[in-house]
């Protein structure tokens, strides 16, 4: 399956490369400009800080303390291997895995996959709003229907999970423990906010940094169409069929960067660039594993 998936993020690569004229994508590339993706870079590693804080919050609620620099170490570990390997959470359940001595792996393992959560939820809910608002919006973009099908479809199937995972914890103590997770890590008044705000944050940071990786290549995205255009693209990188969301992503941009007034090219290039950036901060941030480990 390794092979497999790596065969098909080249072979997708390379299919789209030959839709879009590769010259055209090389000389696309060939002009990025290095003050943009070094603001990328910057805005990418700030996503992880705050995703690192969010974790910490979740655990805490849970009743795990993870230092910050603790914190911020396994993230950037972790978004190194999930780039790595197939799949893209082999680095969040060894994050789960590592941090069990405390707690346990239930329940370290709740906090990572309530973290993770959180933040796919907080970027369905922005793309929905965003989408809903340039749609009905007079002279808004014209978001094709096959997309405004799709993510309907995800809205609906990720409601319908919640409430059947709720009315089936009333009978398996399992999900009840997972649900009353839920309930005090992300749901309760007084940690509700700061969660939404994390989320919001992490999305917020996600979306400026591919925002200036398509600047970095010349493509000048209106705030609207970067909010609609931006999510649905990251979105690519969560089918686990390639590795680290390659091939897919570019796919998408290729399709979806031409509702911005871009071309293909330009998209493929922009999305390109964001995962050599998205790449080089993570590997980038496992330096800081070699810095001695301070207590909280």
């Given at each position: 399956?390794?092979?497999?998936?790596?065969?098909?993020a080249?072979?997708?690569?390379?299919?789209f490369?030959?839709?879009?004229?590769a010259?055209a994508?090389?000389?696309?590339?060939?002009?990025?400009?290095a003050g943009?993706?070094?603001?990328a870079?910057?805005?990418l590693?700030?996503?992880?800080?705050?995703?690192?804080?969010r974790?910490r919050?979740?655990a805490?609620?849970?009743?795990?303390?993870?230092?910050m620099?603790?914190?911020?170490?396994?993230?950037?570990?972790?978004?190194?291997?999930?780039?790595?390997?197939?799949?893209?959470v082999?680095?969040?359940a060894?994050?789960?895995v590592?941090?069990?001595?405390?707690?346990?792996?239930?329940?370290?393992g709740?906090?990572?996959?309530?973290?993770?959560?959180a933040?796919?939820?907080?970027?369905?809910?922005?793309?929905?709003?965003a989408v809903?608002?340039?749609t009905?919006?007079?002279?808004?973009?014209?978001?094709?229907?096959v997309?405004?099908a799709?993510l309907?479809?995800?809205?609906l199937?990720?409601?319908?999970?919640?409430?059947?995972?709720?009315?089936m914890?009333?009978?398996r103590?399992a999900l009840?423990?997972?649900?009353?997770g839920?309930r005090?890590?992300?749901?309760?008044?007084?940690?509700?906010?700061?969660?939404?705000?994390l989320?919001?944050?992490?999305?917020?940071?996600?979306?400026?940094a591919f925002w200036a990786?398509?600047?970095?290549?010349?493509v000048w995205?209106?705030?609207g169409?970067?909010?609609?255009?931006?999510?649905l693209v990251?979105?690519?990188?969560l089918?686990?069929?390639?590795?680290?969301?390659?091939g897919?992503?570019?796919g998408?941009?290729?399709?979806?960067?031409?509702?911005?007034?871009?071309?293909?090219?330009?998209g493929?290039?922009?999305?390109?660039a964001?995962g050599?950036?998205?790449?080089?901060t993570?590997l980038?941030g496992?330096l800081?594993?070699l810095r001695?480990l301070?207590?909280?």
């Open positions: 399956m390794r092979v497999l998936r790596w065969g098909l080249l072979l997708l690569l390379g299919g490369l030959w839709l879009v004229d010259r994508v090389l000389e696309v590339l060939r002009r990025a400009e943009w993706l070094m603001l870079a910057g805005l590693v700030a996503q992880t800080a705050v995703s690192a804080l974790w919050l979740v805490a609620r849970l009743g795990q303390r993870i230092a620099g603790h914190a911020l170490r396994e993230y950037f570990l972790a978004q190194a291997v999930n780039l790595a390997l197939p799949g893209g082999a680095g969040d060894a994050r789960a590592r941090a069990r001595a405390e707690v346990g792996l239930e329940r370290a709740m906090a990572v996959v309530l973290e993770r959560a933040g796919q939820v907080a970027l369905v809910a922005a793309t929905g709003v809903a608002a340039v009905l919006a007079p002279g808004g973009m014209a978001v094709p229907q997309v405004l799709a309907a479809l995800v809205l199937s990720v409601g319908a999970a919640l409430v059947v995972l709720s009315r914890a009333g009978r103590a009840a423990r997972w649900r009353q839920v005090v890590a992300l749901l309760a008044r007084e940690v509700r906010g700061r969660q939404a705000a989320s919001l944050g992490t999305v917020a940071l996600n979306l400026a990786c398509a600047a970095a290549v010349g995205l209106p705030l169409a970067a909010l609609v255009v931006l999510p990251l979105f690519a990188m089918v686990p069929l390639t590795v680290g969301g390659w897919l992503r570019e998408a941009a290729v399709a979806l960067f031409p509702l911005a007034g871009a071309s293909g090219a330009e493929f290039a922009a999305s390109a964001f050599a950036v998205f790449t080089l993570a980038g496992l800081l594993q001695p301070r207590a909280a």
